[in-house]
């Protein structure tokens, strides 16, 4: 089955810098891959997807892309705010199975 | 609704009750699913359904635990007999069918057992 691993756990960085999280994958079948943010007392938030026919997708401060030869997928984050601060979640979604998610990145943007 | 409600947003029970989370998913998904999320810890996958089929029950941790989903639509969540090792939030979340969409999740339910 698949199997979904994120790097780093926890990520600091002063505001106005980048953050890039990293997400590998084991199952080729997969073909999605969304991100998700966590705030502190609330439910993950979908933030930004890719499909696998798609190597990059931006949405102002966010993008994500992905590398499908390699199975690895990151989620760059530029100009950070504080308001940035949260738990992230990637996960893969092989054709017809249920997501498997990330173990988690804790990031911190510090002022 | 707008988004995926889901009741009591805080729960604590005695160990060894019976405790029912409640999740009311958006209007129109057919999937719905529940993770559990211990404190500092990632998405551990319980339950789904898919409108009429049986559901994906391959994550439940034990008998103790069951759900349903009346009309396609609210589901419950059920633990029986608690354990302190139950106390976890429990999200629900919903999407428009299984494959290509990313999900809603609910704010969840803190379950204490105590």
């Known amino acids: 089955g698949e199997n979904v691993e994120q790097h780093p756990s926890t990520l600091s960085v002063q505001e106005g810098d980048s953050a890039v999280i990293k997400c590998t994958y084991s199952?080729?079948?997969?073909?999605?891959f969304p991100w998700y943010k966590q705030e502190l007392g609330k439910g993950p938030q979908l933030i930004i997807d890719?499909?696998?026919?798609?190597g990059e997708k931006k949405d102002q401060r966010i993008a994500v892309t992905l590398n499908k030869t390699a199975k690895h997928f990151s989620l760059h984050i530029t100009e950070t705010q504080p308001e940035d601060s949260a738990v992230y979640f990637c996960a893969a979604n092989p054709h017809g199975q249920n997501f498997v998610f990330g173990p988690g990145t804790r990031l911190s943007v510090l002022p | 609704g707008a988004g995926v409600s889901q009741s009591p947003s805080n729960k604590v029970t005695e160990k060894g009750k019976d405790v029912e989370l409640r999740c009311d998913p958006i209007s129109g998904h057919t999937a719905l699913y529940w993770y559990r999320q211990s404190l500092g810890q990632g998405l551990e996958f319980l339950i789904y359904f898919q409108g009429n089929s049986a559901p994906d029950k391959s994550g439940l941790p034990s008998d103790r635990f069951s759900a349903e989903r009346t009309g396609g639509s609210v589901s419950t969540l059920t633990i029986q007999r608690t354990q302190q090792e139950d106390s976890a939030v429990y999200l629900c979340?919903?999407?428009?069918?299984?494959?290509?969409?990313?999900?809603?999740f609910g704010s969840g339910t803190r379950l204490t057992v105590v």
């Open positions: 199952d080729s079948a997969s073909n999605y």
């Open positions: 979340a919903s999407s428009p069918d299984r494959n290509n969409y990313g999900y809603t």
């Open positions: 890719i499909r696998s026919n798609v």
